[in-house]
């Protein structure tokens, strides 16, 4: 059933096999020993000239970028100023919506409606003094306005 050589017990089927001879591919050989003769040097006996280093670039090098440290807290503070602005924006992306539903909305106080033309909400009106708003309103009559009062002319006419 098996038969007893050198690496152990062989199969059967693998025992034709074991009698061919292993031949090793030249690919895997090792290639021969360099031999260096004993007079050569890879270095000179000298070797203070290959240490020359211009000390006068240094600074200039040195120089142009910061200590990580502080490269490590400007990027941080960049890093937030973005965060922050992208707070912001969402934040007013969402009041935005929410005026477009709703204008006038603000959700810390009364909801306050506000003019078409984008101007300052209806109840919001400046306190000012009755004599400074008495000149205001003659010295520059409001064209709505005298139309309000001719119609209210002629309706007192006809009663």
């Given at each position: 059933?098996?038969?007893?050589?050198?690496i152990?017990?062989?199969?059967?089927?693998?025992?034709?096999?074991?009698?061919?001879?292993?031949?090793?591919?030249?690919?895997?050989?090792?290639?021969?020993?360099?031999?260096?003769?004993?007079?050569?040097?890879?270095?000179p006996?000298?070797?203070?000239?290959?240490?020359v280093?211009?000390?006068?670039l240094?600074?200039?090098v040195?120089?142009?970028t910061?200590?990580?440290?502080?490269?490590?807290?400007?990027?941080?503070?960049r890093?937030?100023?973005v965060?922050?602005?992208?707070?912001?924006?969402?934040?007013?992306?969402?009041r935005?919506?929410?005026?477009k539903l709703?204008p006038?909305?603000?959700?810390?106080?009364?909801?306050?409606?506000t003019?078409?033309g984008g101007?300052?909400p209806v109840?919001?009106?400046?306190?000012?003094?009755?004599?400074a708003?008495?000149?205001a309103?003659?010295?520059a009559p409001?064209?709505?306005?005298?139309?309000?009062?001719?119609?209210?002319?002629?309706?007192?006419?006809?009663?």
């Amino acid at each position: 059933m098996s038969a007893p050589t050198q690496i152990g017990p062989i199969p059967q089927q693998y025992a034709a096999a074991a009698t061919v001879p292993l031949v090793k591919s030249p690919a895997l050989w090792l290639p021969p020993r360099v031999e260096m003769p004993n007079d050569i040097h890879p270095l000179p006996e000298d070797i203070t000239a290959y240490f020359v280093y211009p000390f006068t670039l240094e600074q200039h090098v040195v120089g142009l970028t910061p200590p990580p440290h502080v490269a490590i807290a400007e990027q941080r503070a960049r890093n937030a100023a973005v965060l922050h602005a992208r707070e912001v924006e969402e934040e007013q992306r969402e009041r935005d919506a929410l005026h477009k539903l709703a204008p006038g909305y603000n959700p810390s106080s009364l909801l306050m409606p506000t003019a078409r033309g984008g101007a300052a909400p209806v109840g919001a009106a400046q306190p000012a003094s009755s004599g400074a708003a008495a000149a205001a309103s003659t010295a520059a009559p409001d064209p709505m306005d005298e139309l309000v009062a001719q119609l209210e002319e002629l309706e007192n006419h006809k009663s």
